[in-house]
């Protein structure tokens, strides 16, 4: 039984317990379906008894757990025994049945009803294996260690990790010795936390391609940035990368506000010739996908996104095929303004695919839904898996 403790608060008298916890599920299915679908709920102070309700009809069985004042759950526990029909109301004789067991410690209700002879296991119960002591950004409570009918909760304590999968934050032991679930784990959302290298690769020509290249670096200012998500290198590129404008993954360690500062400072709008895309591309394989520029190894995914209004002055297709067979991914966001066009074709020998091709009107200060769900596909997997995260 739980112990009920008061506090005097401000003049009143106010409940302080944590109280009894009990499964709680509604299943037309098996004991083990209401406990692997249920909820281990925290009952009301009035609720100290943890309550089973099977009603049966023929083969067709219900399955109801929760949370119950005890005199109550005591007094529909007596009428198992009360005569109905040829037998008793709680029966294995006959077509209907209706049976409740009470229990009063924290989830005695998981599994099958242990006061009702022909609803216990006929097979020996068996152990699962045990939970790990340690969960990365979180916690794990579990009640009954790890016997069966046992249950574990999982929470997340870290700043913006959440469980995953999403809303699996309990798992229970089932009578076979298996749990009932793979283990979750603390994760941060994907999206918004990408995982990937992502340099941008900017040129704005013409009379309003300062301002373009400007409304165009807002958009860098919310994406999240970690060292285990997101990291991002930039450069201003026209006849050949403008040195003055590289910003490496390693300038500014996770900060983002820091990362915006450094892009806004070093890139202008610097038209020294026409865009030539390979030699921008190329400058990004040799010096920025390395180590000494923060580049993290070949777990985490590469890309290049190629931000423009104009067309490239050259040929950029042998170079683009080598990144990708390279695996880095290669986009390209441009703005159309005054009947000015892209060659389509040309931009597609450089993405290689047609979705890595987004064209915009005016200026663009935000990325696509098609844009985020692209990225989603390619950057977004199990997060339990994820390379950089100590799930282990």
């Known amino acids: 039984m739980k112990i009920v403790a008061f506090c005097f608060v401000v003049g009143s008298f106010i409940a302080c317990t944590k109280g009894l916890k009990c499964m709680t599920c509604y299943t037309t299915g098996s004991f083990e379906d209401c406990d692997v679908n249920g909820k281990l709920k925290q009952c009301m102070p009035n609720q100290d008894s943890c309550e089973t309700v099977v009603r049966r009809s023929g083969s067709h069985m219900t399955v109801m757990k929760g949370c119950k004042n005890s005199r109550a759950c005591e007094n529909n526990q007596m009428q198992n025994r009360k005569y109905s029909g040829r037998s008793t109301q709680c029966n294995a004789d006959q077509i209907n049945s209706v049976c ?43 009640y009954n260690e790890n016997k069966a009918g046992a249950l574990c909760e999982y929470q997340c304590t870290a700043k913006d990790y959440a469980v995953w999968p999403p809303k699996r934050t309990t798992n229970v032991c089932l009578a076979n010795g298996t749990w009932a679930h793979e283990e979750p784990c603390c994760a941060r959302p994907c999206p918004p936390y990408y995982l990937f290298d992502n340099i941008l690769m900017f040129h704005f020509g013409g009379e309003d391609g300062t301002q373009q290249l400007e409304n165009t670096l807002n958009m860098f200012s919310s994406s999240p940035i970690a060292e285990d998500a997101l990291k991002e290198a930039a450069l201003y590129f026209s006849g050949e990368p403008i040195e003055s404008s590289v910003v490496k993954f390693n300038e500014y360690g996770a900060d983002l506000t820091r990362m915006v500062q450094l892009i806004k400072e070093r890139i202008k709008a610097v038209n020294e010739g026409g865009p030539d895309v390979g030699a921008a591309i190329q400058y990004a394989m040799d010096n920025l996908f390395i180590p000494e520029a923060g580049a993290r190894d070949d777990r985490v995914p590469k890309s290049i996104t190629i931000l423009t209004n104009r067309n490239p002055d050259d040929d950029a297709t042998e170079v683009a095929e080598e990144a990708r067979r390279r695996g880095i991914l290669i986009y390209f966001l441009g703005t159309e303004v005054d009947n000015y066009k892209f060659d389509r074709e040309k931009i597609l020998d450089i993405t290689g695919e047609k979705e890595h091709i987004y064209i915009f009107g005016q200026s663009f200060n935000t990325l696509t839904a098609d844009l985020l769900t692209d990225m989603t596909n390619h950057f977004c997997q199990n997060p339990c898996d994820h390379v950089l995260h100590d799930h282990n």
């Open 100 to 142: 409740t067991c009470c229990c009063n410690d924290d989830l005695c209700n998981g599994g099958a009803p242990t006061c009702v002879e022909h609803y216990k296991p006929t097979q020996p119960l068996l152990d699962c294996p045990q939970v790990r002591e340690n969960f990365p950004h979180g916690k794990i409570e579990c």
